[in-house]
């Protein structure tokens, strides 16, 4: 039988490994989603996307969503206009979604990742249906949320976890200030959303510490 000591210090390891499984998956989902649209249309890796062109794979808008293209408020997730906040995107999942999904589990992490997304890209185009929502930065702001909590739970977490937290969502939603002049419905939204369902998460039984 295995030591205590040494099964503590296993389990050590285990939560401070690499980024586990769900988290690289979605990266993964994402950055091959990216290549593929530049693929198929003949762009060269690092030009934008278009809008419009998005509409084509999987983007949403008001009329789109009104005419029954529910499917798109998931696959809308995987979609992005511009290379480097795909990239910051992914960076923030990779820093904030790591511990989330170690604390809760892969499956409620999967779920806490696309219910928190698909409610901020809901509200998005509820809040402005003439425009074309897609990107995972609804999903990211619902991961800082959970994360979020689970600092405020934890009260003693280190201060380059509430930097990072901070970081991720002082620069997205600044860039919301300057881009839109006003923080997105989609990123306030998923925000709060992440928050309940972090908490809610958070006090089902066999979560790890």
């Not at 910051?88 to 999942?93: Q, S």
């Not at 995972?136 to 689970?150: D, H, K, T």
């Not at 839109?180 to 709060?192: P, T």
Request: aromatic share 8%; hydrophobic share 55%; glycine share 12%.
């Amino acid at each position: 039988m295995a030591h205590p000591n040494s099964m503590r210090r296993w389990e050590a390891l285990r939560r401070h490994a690499g980024p586990p499984g769900v988290t690289l998956a979605l990266v993964a989902v994402n950055l091959i989603s990216w290549f593929a649209v530049s693929w198929a249309y003949g762009l060269p890796p690092h030009r934008p996307h278009n809008s419009y062109l998005l509409l084509r794979v999987g983007a949403l808008d008001g009329d789109l969503l009104r005419a029954g293209g529910w499917w798109r408020i998931i696959a809308s997730q995987f979609l992005h206009v511009h290379f480097p906040h795909l990239l910051f995107n992914m960076a923030a999942l990779l820093l904030l979604g790591s511990p989330l999904e170690r604390a809760f589990g892969p499956l409620r992490f999967a779920l806490l990742y696309l219910a928190g997304g698909s409610i901020g890209q809901l509200a998005g185009v509820l809040a402005a249906p003439a425009l074309v929502s897609s990107g995972a930065s609804q999903a990211v702001m619902g991961v800082a949320g959970a994360r979020a909590v689970q600092l405020i739970r934890r009260r003693g977490a280190g201060r380059a976890s509430l930097i990072i937290l901070l970081a991720v969502t002082g620069i997205q939603l600044g860039l919301d200030l300057l881009v839109a002049q006003k923080i997105k419905a989609g990123h306030w939204v998923g925000l709060c959303a992440g928050a309940l369902l972090g908490y809610l998460l958070g006090r089902t039984p066999g979560q790890a510490r």
